[in-house]
């Protein structure tokens, strides 16, 4: 079972960055991409973007395109999600993903098989 662990969240002011962190429990080399989505209250969960393994394809909502980055650190088999620019409507749980499977997008909720607990990110204006 992985388990993702995930960091960095936090309260910042309108406009600043933060920088999301997530990483497996274990390493392991079955994982396919990963991916961030986020969830705000009253809302469902949502993408926010996602990086696979081989090649390094990269895909974001397009609310976060040219604000977020999503990266990966093959050596420390870890994912990174730097927000710039923030709005308080980024203001969300942010949640990690993990797919084991090799799909053509990784979007959608139901491509992911392992979850980290979340991480609140609060955006004040």
């Known amino acids: 079972q992985v388990q993702l662990v995930e960091s960095g969240g936090g309260l910042v002011q309108a406009g600043g960055s933060l920088r999301l962190s997530c990483a497996p429990s274990?390493?392991?080399?079955?994982?396919?991409?990963m991916g961030w989505f986020r969830q705000a209250p009253g809302d469902e969960r949502e993408f926010v973007a996602s990086i696979t393994r081989t090649g390094g394809n990269t895909d974001y909502a397009g609310s976060v395109k040219g604000r977020f980055t999503i990266s990966r650190d093959d050596a420390l088999d870890t994912v990174y999600l730097q927000m710039n620019s923030l709005k308080p409507e980024d203001t969300a749980v942010y949640y990690c993903a993990a797919s084991l499977v090799p799909y053509n997008y990784y979007n959608r909720e139901g491509a992911y098989n392992y979850w980290g607990q979340g991480t609140q990110v609060t955006v004040s204006s």
């Open positions: 274990i390493r392991t080399h079955s994982i396919y991409a």
